[in-house]
């Protein structure tokens, strides 16, 4: 199973963001979506999850040489900061959140179990979400998705402002479903992105472009991918660059074989 976006065309105005952008993410993977701030990955996330129109191109899932239009219940789009209802307890909005979408939930939901799979205190969750720190709410938000399983989870910077607790906790949970989703994680974090992801995405010039996953374990991963994103795309080095990582990724290919 794949997410495939193809010729992706998007400006607001006359500021061009996207321009034929495509990329395929396979179900079963960590993609890490990397680009300088303003590139336009929270953009390229609201297309996807179609909270924004798109002036071109096509956002579509493919199986097994056939393709069918992604459907709003196989995505889940959690954000850095969530705006929850802040007059319920966290318990009570979960409740809430399961009742609403149990047409879309197989079999019972315990509750409590849920939230202490994500290692969230019984008694935080019977307080009210007002007094809830970034970390608690994210907490939230997995829940949501761990109760829905949809095929496509969409991160924008979720981990960045969490304590280093709250991050390791939240990183294995992505690792233990990571098989069963296709997760595309937008950071700006290099560390993040190789501690967490098995494939890597470019956002650059109004574009994407992979990046092999296993050149994450060489030295000079950092210093290779900040100068594919400050460089032009029609610089030497940078064709070099992206040449050097494409050589890499067809001898690792070789290898598997």
Same mark, same amino acid.
């Given at each position: 199973m794949e997410l495939v976006l193809k010729d992706i065309d998007k400006s607001f105005g006359n500021k061009e963001v996207l321009n034929k952008a495509s990329f395929s993410f396979d179900k079963g993977y960590v993609y890490a979506l990397l680009g300088r701030n303003g590139a336009g990955k929270t953009t390229l996330f609201r297309i996807i999850n179609e909270s924004i129109d798109k002036d071109?191109? $096509?956002?579509?899932? $493919?199986?097994?040489?056939s393709t069918h239009k992604l459907d709003f219940k196989d995505i889940f789009f959690m954000v850095s900061e969530p705006e929850l209802p802040k007059f319920l307890t966290g318990r009570e909005f979960i409740r809430f959140f399961v009742d609403a979408n149990k047409d879309k939930i197989d079999g019972n939901v315990d509750i409590n179990e849920y939230f202490d799979l994500v290692d969230f205190d019984l008694d935080d969750?019977? #307080?009210?979400? +007002?007094?809830? /720190? &970034?970390?608690?709410?994210?907490?939230? +938000?997995m829940i949501m998705f761990l109760v829905l399983k949809p095929l496509?989870?969409?991160? !924008?910077? %979720?981990? &960045?402002?969490?304590d280093v607790v709250v991050q390791a906790q939240m990183k294995n949970i992505i690792r233990q479903i990571s098989k069963d989703h296709i997760i595309i994680f937008s950071t700006h974090i290099m560390g993040l992105a190789k501690d967490i992801c098995d494939k890597i995405c470019l956002l650059h010039e109004k574009n994407l472009q992979a990046?092999?996953?296993?050149?994450? !374990?060489? %030295?000079?991963?950092?210093? &290779?991918?900040?100068?594919?994103? &400050? #460089?032009d795309k029609e610089d030497d080095e940078f064709k070099e660059a /992206?040449?050097?990582l494409s050589n890499k990724k067809e001898v690792n290919y070789e290898q598997e074989l």
């Open positions: 071109g191109g $096509e956002v579509y899932l $493919e199986d097994g040489g969750a019977d #307080r009210l979400i +007002q007094d809830y /720190s &970034t970390g608690m709410k994210n907490k939230l +938000q496509v989870i969409l991160m !924008d910077e %979720p981990l &960045t402002s969490l990046v092999d996953g296993l050149i994450k !374990d060489d %030295p000079n991963f950092e210093d &290779t991918v900040i100068s594919l994103l &400050t #460089r /992206s040449r050097k």
